[in-house]
């Protein structure tokens, strides 16, 4: 399961402040697409056909507040969360596709390792009981 990160401090942010001063339902948005993009792994990416899906009225409306409040930027086919990855500073906010799927790889891979060991430390009489 991977998780869309949410700033403690995202009460008090000017950008967050400013989108619930304007149009509180494009937080709303913001916050079912992160979920979104976080479960399909698309790196902070909304394609532009999925946002009535996320929020069946107005969607398109509430994405350009995003934009205008920096929360968003418009990309070719849709909108691209702002500093997905990581903050300004570098602070690490949500995994990429990229680090989700090597770590899927090494789990499965250490599982894979634990079930050949278990497997080799049973004996066949302890199998049959």
């Known amino acids: 399961m991977v998780w869309f990160k949410v700033d403690d401090k ?5 950008k967050i402040r400013k ?10 948005l ?15 990416l909304i394609p532009d056909h999925q946002l009535p899906w996320l ?3 107005g969607a398109d409306e509430l994405a350009r507040k ?8 418009r990309v070719a086919g849709g909108y691209q969360f702002n500093q997905w990855a990581e903050d ?8 990429t ?6 770590e899927r790889r090494k789990k499965s891979e250490a599982g894979r390792r634990g079930g050949l060991a278990s497997g080799k430390t049973r004996t066949k009489p302890q199998a049959r009981a």
Do not use: F, I, M, Q
């Open 10 to 14: 995202a009460h008090s942010n000017n």
């Open 19 to 28: 989108v619930l001063a304007d149009e509180p339902a494009a937080l709303a």
């Open 30 to 44: 913001w916050t079912v697409a992160g979920s979104w993009s976080s479960d399909n792994l698309t790196d902070g």
């Open 55 to 57: 929020l069946p009225k």
């Open 66 to 73: 995003l934009v205008t409040a920096r929360l968003w930027r």
């Open 88 to 95: 300004g500073d570098g602070t690490k906010r949500n995994p």
């Open 97 to 102: 596709r990229a680090e989700v799927e090597s």
